[in-house]
């Protein structure tokens, strides 16, 4: 039924598994569109009560928005690109009633942070790592990362990981407050599925209720995932974001 995603339900939990293993799970256009529709079939569906997403494979959760799929761009394609994507997937699982654990089971960078920042709440194993690499392709962060890193680790630490586009380890992601609990990766799901046991014993009605009343707490952060649309949108028309893009795709260094 997906080309990119595997879903599964058992005992009233839904498992969706980014499937991509030979690209690192990159989110493309088609894997948002089955991503958007598993959540929404988990959201309506009363006998699911905790969706855990993660990806195959040992080595990526998701290594970013696929970059090939982007790098030709224009400014108004890269606004609807981060429009189309928050609209879709990362405030639609944000905004869901059903609580979502993001199990992060390897890297994950650009998208796939910001997918994991869209969940409720995050696991990573021992081997995980975690950045928003973007501006070392000419980019910024364009489906909430800007907007939702700072919330949960603090402005300060956000900055430095979006100006240094560089990774941290699950270790420090655990000091920040960036994930809940570290375990083995064979520990990871197995802990997922704990929490949801956990999580299932309480009314779904007030959790939904509960997961609305956090969010309200940070609708002023509104405007700013607009401003990083028309900026994401703006990083198109430049040089930087044809040297950066170009330069991963051809395995070399970008010179900006
Ligand atoms: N978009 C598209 N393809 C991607 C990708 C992405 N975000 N991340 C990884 N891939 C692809 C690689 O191009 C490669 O494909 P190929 O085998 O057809 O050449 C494959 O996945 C494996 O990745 P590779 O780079 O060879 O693995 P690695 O172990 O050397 O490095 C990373 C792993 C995660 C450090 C590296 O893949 C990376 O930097 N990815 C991009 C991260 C990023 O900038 N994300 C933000 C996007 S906005």
Same mark, same amino acid.
């Given at each position: 039924?997906?080309?990119?995603?595997?879903?599964?339900?058992?005992?009233?939990?839904?498992?969706?598994? *980014?499937?991509?293993?030979?690209? %690192?799970?990159?989110?493309?256009?088609?894997? *948002?569109?089955? %991503?958007?529709?598993?959540?929404?079939?988990?959201?309506?569906?009363?006998?699911?009560?905790?969706?855990? *997403?993660?990806?195959?494979?040992?080595?990526?959760?998701?290594?970013?928005? @696929?970059?090939?799929?982007?790098?030709?761009?224009?400014?108004?394609?890269?606004?609807?690109?981060?429009?189309?994507?928050?609209?879709?997937?990362?405030?639609? +699982?944000?905004?869901?009633?059903?609580? +979502? !654990? $993001?199990?992060?089971? #390897?890297?994950?960078?650009?998208?796939?942070?910001?997918?994991?920042?869209?969940?409720?709440?995050?696991?990573?194993?021992?081997?995980?790592?975690?950045?928003?690499?973007? +501006?070392?392709?000419?980019?910024?962060?364009?489906?909430?990362?800007?907007?939702?890193?700072?919330? &949960? +680790?603090?402005?300060?630490?956000?900055?430095?990981?979006?100006?240094?586009?560089?990774? *941290?380890?699950?270790?420090?992601?655990?000091?920040?407050? &960036? !994930?809940?609990?570290?375990?083995?990766?064979?520990? &990871?799901?197995? %802990?997922?599925?704990?929490? #949801?046991?956990?999580?299932?014993?309480?009314?779904?009605?007030?959790?939904?209720?509960?997961?609305?009343?956090?969010?309200?707490?940070?609708?002023? $952060?509104? @405007?700013?995932? @607009?401003?990083?649309?028309?900026?994401?949108?703006?990083?198109?028309?430049?040089?930087?974001?044809?040297? #950066?893009?170009?330069?991963?795709?051809?395995?070399?260094?970008?010179?900006?």
């Amino acid at each position: 039924m997906y080309n990119n995603i595997l879903s599964e339900t058992s005992d009233s939990i839904t498992t969706i598994t *980014i499937n991509r293993p030979s690209k %690192l799970n990159a989110l493309n256009k088609e894997t *948002i569109e089955e %991503l958007h529709t598993a959540f929404a079939k988990a959201e309506e569906d009363t006998g699911v009560r905790v969706v855990i *997403i993660t990806g195959s494979g040992e080595k990526a959760f998701v290594a970013g928005a @696929d970059i090939s799929e982007f790098a030709n761009f224009s400014e108004e394609e890269g606004a609807e690109l981060a429009r189309k994507g928050q609209e879709l997937l990362f405030d639609y +699982v944000a905004e869901m009633g059903t609580p +979502v !654990i $993001a199990a992060v089971n #390897g890297f994950a960078l650009g998208g796939g942070l910001e997918l994991a920042m869209a969940a409720h709440f995050r696991i990573a194993s021992d081997n995980a790592r975690m950045g928003l690499p973007e +501006v070392s392709l000419g980019v910024i962060p364009g489906y909430g990362g800007t907007q939702r890193l700072p919330q &949960l +680790v603090g402005k300060g630490r956000a900055m430095e990981m979006i100006m240094t586009a560089g990774m *941290i380890d699950a270790n420090t992601a655990l000091e920040y407050g &960036l !994930i809940n609990h570290i375990t083995a990766q064979e520990e &990871l799901l197995p %802990l997922a599925n704990k929490l #949801g046991g956990k999580i299932m014993r309480n009314s779904p009605m007030a959790i939904a209720a509960a997961i609305n009343a956090v969010n309200a707490g940070y609708e002023n $952060a509104v @405007d700013g995932f @607009d401003t990083e649309i028309e900026e994401f949108g703006g990083c198109f028309g430049t040089e930087d974001f044809t040297e #950066g893009t170009t330069a991963f795709l051809e395995k070399r260094k970008a010179e900006f």
